[in-house]
């Protein structure tokens, strides 16, 4: 099994910062790609930043130049920093891997429980 521990969300004022973390544990023999996706009430997940295993990153056009996104491949851990944040960045953010489980053939999409994201004055 595969397990993530999330961490970093709140409640933070328009233009204030925050840092989420995410660590993947358990029978992972290689992860190809981490990232960050989120949701808000009434809308669809979205992808929010990824980064593979070689340091290539995407996001989002919405949060270019305010997040960075970065990776410890050898702790399995990402990390997301969000500044400037704004209302509109309200959501649950999820972080997920794109993993091959010890044992297994092919890699897949596992995702964390998600943490709460409140940009509010």
């Known amino acids: 099994q595969v397990h993530f521990v999330e961490s970093g969300g709140g409640l933070v004022q328009p233009g204030g910062s925050l840092r989420l973390s995410c660590a993947a544990s358990?029978?992972?023999?290689?992860?190809?790609?981490m990232g960050w996706y989120r949701q808000a009430p009434g809308n669809q997940r979205e992808l929010v930043a990824m980064i593979t295993n070689d340091g290539i990153t995407n996001y989002a056009d919405s949060v270019k130049g305010r997040f960075t996104i970065s990776r410890v491949n050898a702790g399995n851990m990402v990390y997301l920093q969000m500044n400037s944040l704004k209302p509109e960045d309200t959501a649950v953010y999820y972080c997920?891997?794109?993993?091959?489980?010890?044992?297994?053939?092919?890699?897949?999409?596992?995702w964390g429980q998600g943490t709460q994201v409140t940009v509010s004055s």
């Open positions: 358990g029978s992972i023999f290689s992860i190809y790609a």
């Open positions: 997920n891997a794109d993993l091959v489980e010890t044992g297994a053939s092919n890699p897949r999409i596992y």
